[in-house]
């Protein structure tokens, strides 16, 4: 499985919003591209819109997905360049000289590392 590239992003966002038009051709058109979009990466809806986890944790990656180290864990999500978009990139750099991280900073990188995986990526 792969993932997006931020301009094919863009577009299926760009896309989902016109699925709000009063114009049903035009919704039914953006819904094909969103489909066609998506498939031509070779994903499925599934792989773009990842399901919400219920219930408690069950592995220590779960519970931690920063494995209690999130210096290494910034750096191995910053080895996946072409999953990650320009501002995320920028955050990620910057984190090694923090002394600690914010309760926002932690919840952003918990993000950035839980996509990551969904993605495939060993973190």
Request: proline fraction near 6%; charged fraction near 25%; glycine fraction near 8%.
């Amino acid at each position: 499985m792969t993932a997006l590239a931020e301009a094919e992003r863009d577009r299926l966002t760009r896309l989902l919003g016109m699925l709000g038009s009063a114009y049903d051709g035009e919704v039914a058109n953006a819904g094909r591209l969103a489909d066609k979009l998506v498939r031509s990466a070779g994903l499925t809806w599934r792989d773009i819109i990842a399901p919400i986890p219920h219930g408690p944790p069950n592995d220590d990656t779960t519970a931690d997905p920063l494995r209690g180290n999130w210096r290494a864990m910034g750096t191995a999500c910053a080895r996946f360049p072409h999953l990650i978009d320009k501002w995320e990139w920028q955050f990620l750099s910057g984190l090694q000289r923090f002394p600690r991280l914010s309760a926002k900073q932690r919840a952003i990188l918990i993000r950035i590392v839980v996509r990551l995986r969904a993605a495939g990526c060993s973190l």
